[in-house]
Every structure is written in structure tokens, then in C-alpha cells.
T-cell receptor
Framework: GAGVSQSPSNKVTEKGKDVELRCDPI?????LYWYRQSLGQGLEFLIY????????KSGLPSDRFSAERTGGSVSTLTIQRTQQEDSAVYLC????????????????FGAGSRLTVL | AQKVTQAQTEISVVEKEDVTLDCVYE???????LFWYKQPPSGELVFLIR??????QNEISGRYSWNFQKSTSSFNFTITASQVVDSAVYFC????????????FGSGTRLQVQP
């Protein structure tokens, strides 16, 4: 697609329910990243994918959080048994991937999925 | 470990004033990359600039300029003759060539430009 697409744009859920957030990256972008932005805060890294594998999951805050990517394209971030502290905007970004050391690739961000846990 | 510090939480200026947003970074790597992103009220982050650690030449793009100084580990961003449309949250970010491949972001600086 032309840009990074995220759905839903807004999600309100009750504490304890599971939620799934979807990210559709730019076509041809093999790297995909998930970040979380709490109200008025900076961006907190969650996980990134290179193709379908996730070399770095170190940012996932707890085992209630998981993510997968299939077909080297769409990714789903799942939060189980949601808590109020999970309320945030979840941002997805994608980039091309290269081992060329002369430059780090620019991330293109989606508009985010705003999650509210009541 | 990598760290980006944006000490200015919020800045308010009047239109046409110049404003500088500070960014200080920490990394043990000798090769790294620095970025600035803009997040307007609509929410979507917009890429502004990327610099490599081995290129300390400052850059100017229209009203925007960036001052990269390795000696002080800073990558400051100046907006000349600010406009209301510049109102946004600005994030500085770092990525090293080793370790985490994702960007490490600062906490952001909210810029309010008053008419």
C-alpha cells in the first residue's frame, strides 16, 4: 500500500479482555516495528520483525503481549487480559531492510491504534 | 545501552521567533544514526532528517537546520521564523549499528507557536 495502515484506529475494551491490533506495512518493506506511546509520553519500543522472525522482543512489557507476522507482510499485536495500564496508542512502522552499514533506514509510521481499557 | 534525552518538555514561542530543540544522546557505538521526527496534532509521525555519525556537516532545509556535534553528543534542531504550523511534538531518535536495530526515541518536545 501507499502507507502503513493500522486497524482499528480506536479500540475501547473492558479490563481482562483480549485485543488484537493489526498493521499492514508498506509493500516491499521487510522490517516492521511496534511502538507504544502513552499519553504525553515518548515512544516505547515493543518488538521488531525482520521478515517473519522477531530478532528483538525485549521491549514487550509482559507475557500478556505477543506479536506475529506472517507472509512477511501483515503483523498482529495481541494483548491478553488487558489492564488499564495498557491504554496507549500503539504505533506500527515499517522500513526496507539492508545490511548496508552506510545508513539506517527511515521508518515510516502508521497513524496508530488508540487502545482504551476501561 | 542507548539513550536519547530531550530535556525541554514544552516550549512556547510567538510566531516568527527562532527556536532550538535540544537533543543529547548516549551510545557506545562509533557508528550510529540520528533522526528527528515531527508528530503534529493529527498524530502521525513524520520523518524530518537522518544523519550518520561519520558526517558532522550541519544541514539546512528551508527554515529548518540541524547542528550535529559529536564532541557534546548533541543533535539540535532549529526552526527559524517559526510558524503556527510548526506546532507539534518533535522527537529525536538514535539507532546504533550494533545491538538493537530499532530506533530509540527521546521523550519529545512539545512546541507551541502562538500567532
Amino acid at each position: 500500500g501507499a502507507g502503513v495502515s493500522q486497524s482499528p484506529s480506536n479500540k475501547v475494551t473492558e479490563k481482562g479482555k483480549d485485543v488484537e491490533l493489526r498493521c499492514d506495512p508498506i509493500s516491499g518493506h521487510t522490517a516492521l516495528y511496534w511502538y507504544r506511546q502513552s499519553l504525553g509520553q515518548g515512544l516505547e519500543f515493543l518488538i521488531y520483525f525482520q521478515g517473519n522472525s522477531a530478532p528483538d522482543k525485549s521491549g514487550l512489557p509482559s507475557d500478556r503481549f505477543s506479536a506475529e507476522r506472517t507472509g512477511g507482510s501483515v503483523s498482529t499485536l495481541t494483548i491478553q487480559r488487558t489492564q488499564q495500564e495498557d491504554s496507549a496508542v500503539y504505533l506500527c512502522a515499517s522500513s526496507i531492510w539492508t545490511v548496508n552499514p552506510s545508513g539506517a533506514n527511515v521508518l515510516t509510521f502508521g497513524a496508530g491504534s488508540r487502545l482504551t481499557v476501561l | 545501552a542507548q539513550k536519547v534525552t530531550q530535556a525541554q518538555t514544552e516550549i512556547s514561542v510567538v510566531e516568527k521567533e527562532d527556536v532550538t530543540l535540544d537533543c543529547v544522546y548516549e551510545t557506545r557505538d562509533t557508528t550510529y544514526y540520528l533522526f528527528w521526527y515531527k508528530q503534529p496534532p493529527s498524530g502521525e509521525l513524520v520523518f524530518l532528517i537522518r544523519r550518520n555519525s561519520f558526517d558532522e556537516q550541519n544541514e539546512i532545509s528551508g527554515r529548518y537546520s540541524w547542528n550535529f556535534q559529536k564532541s557534546t553528543s548533541s543533535f539540535n534542531f532549529t526552526i527559524t521564523a517559526s510558524q503556527v504550523v510548526d506546532s507539534a511534538v518533535y522527537f529525536c531518535a538514535l539507532r546504533s549499528d550494533t545491538g538493537r536495530r530499532a530506533l530509540t526515541f527521546g521523550s519529545g518536545t512539545r512546541l507551541q507557536v502562538q500567532p
